[in-house]
């Protein structure tokens, strides 16, 4: 028995929540393995819309466990807001949601940290979500995190209490205008924490291994995207983990050996949110088209997202990253209408052409070479087989499938869980 992967191979937001709950009657556990509240993977079913931040995707199924790896970063505040909104949904999240001991806890100065950090680089920011990430996943690697383990000790408070000394220290010295009542969060906070305890922390590494022994299939669900990735993204303007297939193996314990299929998910065209390099990033009345007909807002933030044609030197380089096996194609419908649709394959890179991504992809070294196709007109949201999609689809999908040397086997056509067409 192996674990399948699920991840996003642009900028993210790519629509892996919505790929994870089609998937998840295939498996009986879905884990996250990195990345905190700043995802946001919205799902659509029977009319309700839902927005995850921490919680797997597959919490919606009453058969699956979902699992929370050593890998992520969990804000308690932000988590039982993620609770109460499920209420609604009637769950039993006390027995199918458990979380690992080993995953660190986002403090409330991680949060102010984030914001001091942002606020002080100016023009340079990130366009980070402020929601305590990096400083977070900072203190795991300086080894002064707070685990999840940890809040089940009697004296865990002392520790968070020199922490946030500390922490209120480097926030001074950032000697930034930032406005906060840090008793009222702690306040917030402790109870968060509370709350959160109801829940199971176990050891979560070992109960992977020992589901796979018994024969039950797990999905690791990854957040945010492969360029991203704090080491193969395009730094500094990525996030603080590794997005990419080797984190699931560090954040959840599992074994390179023991992947099965990776499915990378991909936007018929790209988008990013935050600062960065994004070489096929339009300014005109497409890229405008596609950011009001695909509904490109940010999930966390609400912020416009940027629209460009599909790179695949970029996808290229993330399919090889992560060893893709097979791809899925998302939002295909929002391209319906346009009347020439262009995908970069290649990039003019200080004189020469170059078919990879290289270290340094600022605009002003990187022009991009350009095929055209003919558009559709056809609504592709109601269709539910592969063999209505119109020719100009799939003389589109033909091509990428050739350029990446990996099968499309999802097409997406639609936000809801039936808009799916397997190839
Ligand atoms: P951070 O991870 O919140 O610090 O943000 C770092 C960068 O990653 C920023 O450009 C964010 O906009 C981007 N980012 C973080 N999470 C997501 C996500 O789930 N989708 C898209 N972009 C994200």
Redesign the pocket.
């Known amino acids: 028995m192996a674990v399948d992967l699920l991840l996003?191979l642009q900028?993210?937001?790519e629509g892996k929540g919505k790929i994870v709950d089609v998937l998840t009657s295939n498996y009986n556990i879905i884990a996250r393995f990195q990345?905190?509240p700043?995802?946001?993977?919205t799902l659509e079913f029977d009319g309700i819309k839902h927005v995850l931040r921490t919680i797997p995707s597959g919490i919606f199924h009453k058969e699956s466990i979902n699992v929370i790896g050593n890998g992520v970063v969990i804000d308690p505040v932000v988590f039982v807001q993620e609770l109460d909104g499920l209420d609604q949904f009637n769950l039993d999240y006390k027995s199918n949601l458990i979380i690992s001991r080993k995953a660190h806890v986002i403090l409330p100065t991680h949060r102010l940290l984030?914001a001091a950090s942002e606020t002080s680089k100016g023009k340079a920011k990130?366009?980070?979500?402020?929601?305590g990430?990096?400083p977070t996943y900072m203190d795991k690697t300086g080894r002064n995190g707070i685990r999840i383990g940890d809040l089940e000790l009697n004296n865990w408070k002392d520790k968070y209490r020199a922490l946030a000394n500390k922490h209120q220290a480097m926030i001074n010295f950032y000697n930034v205008d930032i406005q906060y009542d840090l008793k009222e969060m702690e306040t917030e906070f402790f109870e968060a924490v509370e709350r959160l305890k109801e829940l199971q922390f176990i050891d979560s590494e070992e109960y992977l291994n020992q589901a796979l022994k018994s024969g039950k299939p797990i999905l690791a669900e990854g957040?945010?995207?492969s360029l991203?990735d704090i080491d193969f993204g395009t730094y500094p303007?990525?996030?603080?983990?590794n997005t990419t297939a080797s984190g699931a193996c560090t954040g959840l314990g599992v074994a390179p050996n023991k992947i099965g299929e990776v499915f990378g998910i991909f936007k018929a065209y790209t988008t990013?949110?935050?600062?960065?390099p994004f070489p096929t990033e339009l300014f005109d009345q497409v890229g405008d088209d596609m950011a009001r007909i695909g509904h490109e807002f940010?999930?966390?933030?609400g912020?416009p997202?940027r629209c460009g044609w599909l790179d695949l030197v970029a996808l290229r380089y993330a399919c090889q990253v992560n060893g893709v096996t097979q791809l899925n194609m998302m939002k295909g419908d929002v391209l319906s209408g346009f009347k020439t649709l262009k995908v970069c394959t290649a990039y003019k890179y200080k004189g020469e052409v170059i078919k990879h991504l290289p270290y340094n992809i600022e605009e002003e070294n990187i022009t991009p070479i350009y095929t055209e196709f003919e558009g559709w007109t056809e609504d592709l949201t109601k269709m539910t087989e592969a063999s209505q999609l119109p020719k100009q689809l799939n003389d589109y999908i033909d091509f990428l499938e050739k350029e990446l040397e990996i099968p499309i086997t999802i097409v997406s056509v639609g936000p809801d869980r039936t808009q799916t067409i397997n190839r």
């Open positions: 996003g900028w993210g937001d990345g905190g700043n995802a946001g993977h984030d990130i366009g980070s979500t402020l929601k990430i990096g957040a945010q995207g991203l303007f990525v996030t603080s983990s990013r949110v935050g600062s960065g940010g999930a966390v933030t912020r997202r």
